[in-house]
């Protein structure tokens, strides 16, 4: 296999680059999957996330904002809610997150010999 010239290994290293600068770290897909999951409001998103600090949640939901993953809603009423939905673009993810999922569930089983609870509960 030929060694590939600087050029080309940039042209195939900066997808990736970008991809994982809007979707890394350690939080963001989570967020993202507990919205799908129908966790629409700040605190439902914060309490299904075990170990979610409010601070990273608010930071971490900014940035999904700013990249068009989520939509940020301002209700109306008392006490005045702010809603997250997720965006068409966010659904194109979907795919990927099913993928690392399934790549999870064979991880752990090939490295703990065992499976979790919630292995069937994406894309099911």
């Given at each position: 296999?030929?060694?590939?010239?600087?050029?080309?290994?940039?042209?195939?290293?900066?997808?990736?680059?970008?991809?994982?600068?809007?979707?890394?770290?350690?939080?963001?897909?989570?967020?993202?999957?507990?919205?799908?999951?129908?966790?629409?409001?700040?605190?439902?998103?914060?309490?299904?996330?075990?170990?979610?600090?409010?601070?990273?949640?608010?930071?971490?939901?900014?940035?999904?904002?700013?990249?068009?993953?989520?939509?940020?809603?301002?209700?109306?009423?008392?006490?005045?809610?702010?809603?997250?939905?997720?965006?068409?673009?966010?659904?194109?993810?979907?795919?990927?997150?099913?993928?690392?999922?399934q790549w999870g569930?064979?991880?752990?089983?090939?490295?703990?010999?065992?499976?979790?609870?919630?292995?069937?509960?994406?894309?099911?």
């Amino acid at each position: 296999m030929k060694k590939k010239e600087h050029k080309e290994c940039m042209s195939a290293l900066l997808p990736v680059k970008d991809t994982l600068d809007v979707i890394g770290g350690k939080w963001k897909l989570l967020i993202l999957i507990s919205i799908w999951e129908g966790n629409k409001h700040f605190r439902e998103i914060e309490r299904s996330i075990p170990k979610l600090s409010t601070k990273v949640l608010s930071k971490e939901l900014k940035d999904m904002e700013e990249n068009q993953l989520i939509t940020r809603t301002v209700l109306s009423g008392f006490p005045v809610r702010t809603q997250y939905t997720p965006t068409e673009h966010s659904k194109t993810l979907g795919k990927v997150i099913f993928e690392l999922h399934q790549w999870g569930v064979n991880h752990r089983k090939k490295i703990f010999g065992q499976t979790s609870e919630a292995e069937s509960s994406i894309g099911a």
